[in-house]
């Protein structure tokens, strides 16, 4: 699919009306599980918080992490999360240059 017929599905406004909502998603799921883990009370399943990453909620996600320091300890967060919204960001800039 080409960027011009993506925008005409998705126009840019609500795409990035999509993006912040996610980023504001990731970065409430970081603090409520790291207020949940204070209080030993049920957690937000890691799964949940790399699909948020992944469905565009990198920077809410990794600022989270990092503001609340949460799950700053594991490797795989600190790394994957990264990744992730490096590998998208990358992804899009090929597609826009195509």
Do not use: C
């Not at 030993?40 to 990453?53: A, H, M, N, Q, Y």
């Not at 992944?54 to 996600?61: H, I, R, S």
């Not at 919204?85 to 992804?91: F, G, H, K, M």
């Amino acid at each position: 699919m080409s960027v011009e017929t993506f925008l005409q599905i998705f126009p840019l406004k609500y795409v990035i009306i999509y993006l912040v909502a996610i980023n504001i998603v990731g970065f409430l799921a970081m603090f409520i599980d790291k207020q949940k883990a204070k209080r030993g009370s049920w957690r937000i399943p890691e799964k949940t918080l790399f699909l948020l990453t992944f469905l565009g909620g990198g920077v809410g996600t990794i600022a989270g992490m990092y503001l609340f320091r949460h799950k700053t300890k594991k490797m795989r967060f600190t790394v994957g999360f990264p990744v992730i919204l490096i590998t998208e960001i990358a992804l899009v800039i090929y597609w826009v240059m195509q």
